[in-house]
């Protein structure tokens, strides 16, 4: 004889007329779906359960030990040093204009083209 879930494997749910394991087609969807894969810090070298949207490359860290939880504080501070330094940057040509960051990809060397041009030029 067959035996059948009376509440939905997803999301607990009570099953109602011919709904066998999930009660919705979200939940079937959400059965179907692998459970994550572990991933390894990147910092630690442990093991953890990625959650939440976006590539976690670290622990989470409220459920990581005390000594993950430092080498994540080392790893802000020091990319707060970074932004502080990029933030502090002049032009490479010497003209002391400061150059701005936009946050996202090398940052820039030089204040303008002409700036550029002076240095190499100077260089050569």
Do not use: I
Request: glycine share 8%; hydrophobic share 25%.
């Amino acid at each position: 004889m067959a035996r059948y879930e009376t509440h939905c494997v997803t999301c607990g749910e009570g099953l109602t007329g011919r709904q066998v394991r999930t009660c919705s087609p979200r939940c079937r969807k959400a059965a179907q779906r692998p459970a994550p894969k572990l991933r390894t810090c990147r910092l630690c070298s442990q093991p953890f359960k990625p959650s939440g949207p976006g590539r976690r490359s670290v622990c989470p860290y409220d459920d990581a030990d005390e000594w993950c939880q430092n080498l994540q504080d080392q790893a802000e501070d020091a990319e707060a040093a970074r932004l502080a330094a990029l933030e502090a940057a002049t032009c490479a040509c010497g003209c002391g204009v400061r150059l701005t960051y936009a946050g996202r990809g090398r940052p820039p060397r030089f204040a303008s083209p002409a700036c550029k041009t002076r240095t190499y030029r100077a260089a050569s």
